[in-house]
């Protein structure tokens, strides 16, 4: 047999099995072409609920003014909750939620941790099903100004202690002008942000929306 006769008898064969798998007219599924299932319209639902609720908390944190004092470092310092129990913004957010387990791990583990260096873990979870994007968590939880006295030790206790006290109130007034900034940017960029936020789910779309 030719070269090309033995060509166009494999070409044959193989049209005919086609034909006997596939008649003509028939729908061939491929399930490795398949569409993953998705829920991303739950899931647009369900994180745009938990943004507006991230932005209420917001709001009643800077309302409260009980925020996590840097007593301890040097210049800026993130601090997650503070000697007499403080929550800085984020830690609040997470305790709000129904979380104060995980609050509580940070604390113990890493009180200076970023959750924009969160890469695993319950924590990263959490942060997916905030309805905030990652950027939006780092603008949220600002660090904090040092409020120590900076008087002499030898200065009289009482002035130290006022000028700590007006350390603490300027610290205190500058993170609730920083919220109210954040809060306006995080109602103005809602519908990208979620865009953002659903991507950012990877997988987890496929799943139904769960806390």
């Known amino acids: 047999m030719s070269m090309r006769a033995a060509l166009a008898s494999l ?4 049209f005919a099995g086609s034909a006997l798998a596939a008649p003509v007219g028939a729908v061939v599924e491929n399930p490795a072409f398949e569409a993953s299932p998705s829920h991303a319209a739950e899931w647009r639902a369900f ?10 908390r917001l709001k009643a944190y ?28 984020m830690a609040d957010q997470v305790a709000s939620s129904g979380r104060p387990d995980l609050v509580d791990r940070v604390a113990t583990e ?12 319950e924590m990263l979870e959490w942060m997916l099903r905030s309805g905030l ?12 100004m040092d409020v120590r006295s900076k008087l002499r030790a030898s200065t009289r206790l009482m002035a130290n202690r006022t000028a ?4 603490v109130a300027l610290e205190v007034a500058r993170k609730r002008a920083h919220i109210a900034l954040v809060i306006e940017r995080l109602e103005l960029d809602t519908a990208d942000s979620i865009d953002a936020a659903i991507a950012a789910l990877g997988s987890r779309v496929e799943s139904v929306p769960t806390i």
């Open 62 to 89: 800077a309302a409260r003014g009980r925020f996590a004092m840097n007593t301890e470092g040097q210049g800026l310092a993130f601090v997650w909750r503070d000697a007499q129990g403080r929550l800085c913004a």
């Open 164 to 167: 700590e006290a007006k350390r």
């Open 133 to 144: 994007t990652r950027g939006e968590i780092q603008l949220i939880q600002a660090p904090s």
């Open 11 to 14: 070409l044959l064969a193989a």
């Open 110 to 121: 890493d009180n200076a941790l970023q959750l924009v260096n969160v890469t695993d873990g």
């Open 47 to 56: 994180l745009t609920a938990q943004r507006a609720a991230r932005i209420a």
